[in-house]
Structures are given as structure tokens and as C-alpha cells.
């Protein structure tokens, strides 16, 4: 409990003072710059990597396998993100090194033996026919065997424009 504490109270200071060496080194503007720019660049990078992340864990669900690397290197990432959107550059540093998929992966390696995943697919010879869910809860009706009919009370049913 100790050291989140002592975290808590030195990144802070950290990040105040690489500010301060920095901006002695460069200028202010130009640290200044630097802030903004590593902000912007976290927002990009958490937008192009976390898409990519999104499709792959979308598509181990769909084949039943376990996501449990997937789900870390999507927390790694927004860690990573958060890390450069907030301004200091002890925390770019770290943020940057979050992004190259070698160090997430060893992270993965470091928890994997702590994280379970519980999940309800199981693996199918149809490869995800069924989405990777069991067969059993799988509900398959005929067009007979259920009605559409429209809401009154949905929002959707308001008065239409330009139709009769």
C-alpha cells in the first residue's frame, strides 16, 4: 500500500521537474509545443493501435480463444495514451514505450500467470459458426415463429417530415 503511495506523491514532482529541466534546456515555447505535440500524438497512436486492438479482440471472441493478451494490451494502451495526454515528459517516455507491442507483450508474459479469464465460448468444429457460443444457446426460429411489430411508444414513431 506504501508504494502507490509514494507513486502518487513523486510523479508529480517528476513531471514538474523534467518541465522545468526542459524548459530550461529549450525555451518555453518550445516546451510548450512539446506538451501539446505528445498530447496529440497519445490521441492519435490510442486511435490507430486501440482500432486494431478492437478488431483482434473482436475476432479471438468470435473463434472462442482465450482474450485475456488482447484485453492487457488494450489497458496498456490507454495507460499509454493517458500517459502522454497528461503533460510531463517522464510520463511520454513511459507512455512511448507502452506503444511498442515487444514491452506489452512482455507485460503480458509478467501477468498472465495472475489474470484468469472467465468466459462462456467453447471451442466448435465449425470454427465460430455460432459465434464461438455453445450450440445450446443457440436459438434458431423461422419466420413463423415470430412477429415484428412497431412500438407506439418509441421515440422513432414521431411525426414524419415530407412523407404522408
Same mark, same amino acid.
Given at each position: 500500500?506504501? #508504494?502507490?503511495?509514494?507513486? @502518487? &506523491? #513523486?510523479?508529480?514532482? #517528476?513531471?514538474?521537474?523534467? #518541465? &522545468? ?8 515555447? =518550445? ?5 501539446? %505535440? ?20 473482436? !475476432? !479471438? ?20 495514451? %493517458?500517459?502522454? +495526454?497528461?503533460?510531463? %515528459?517522464?510520463? /511520454? ?13 512482455? @507485460? =503480458?508474459? +509478467?501477468?498472465?500467470?495472475?489474470? &484468469? ?8 468444429? /465449425? ?6 457460443? !455453445?450450440? !445450446? ?6 419466420? /413463423?415463429? %415470430? ?5 407506439? /411508444?418509441?421515440? =422513432? ?8
Amino acid at each position: 500500500m506504501r #508504494l502507490p503511495l509514494v507513486l @502518487f &506523491i #513523486l510523479a508529480p514532482l #517528476l513531471e514538474i521537474a523534467s #518541465l &522545468i529541466l526542459v524548459g530550461q534546456a529549450i525555451g518555453v515555447l =518550445w516546451t510548450l509545443a512539446l506538451v501539446v %505535440f505528445s498530447a496529440a500524438l497519445g490521441l492519435f497512436l490510442l486511435k490507430q493501435q486501440g482500432a486494431g486492438i478492437l478488431q483482434r479482440l473482436q !475476432e !479471438e471472441t468470435r473463434r472462442g480463444v482465450d482474450p485475456g493478451r488482447e484485453l492487457v494490451h488494450a489497458a496498456l494502451l490507454v495507460v499509454a495514451a %493517458f500517459l502522454l +495526454i497528461v503533460p510531463g %515528459f517522464v510520463g /511520454d517516455v513511459i507512455g512511448l514505450l507502452l506503444f511498442v507491442p515487444q514491452l506489452r507483450d512482455l @507485460f =503480458w508474459q +509478467i501477468l498472465k500467470p495472475r489474470i &484468469i479469464v472467465r468466459s462462456h465460448f467453447t471451442q466448435n468444429e /465449425d470454427h465460430g459458426r455460432n459465434g464461438g457460443f !455453445e450450440a !445450446e444457446t443457440v436459438v434458431d426460429l423461422d419466420k /413463423d415463429e %415470430f412477429t415484428r411489430e412497431p412500438r407506439k /411508444d418509441s421515440p =422513432w414513431n414521431g411525426p414524419r417530415i415530407g412523407r404522408d
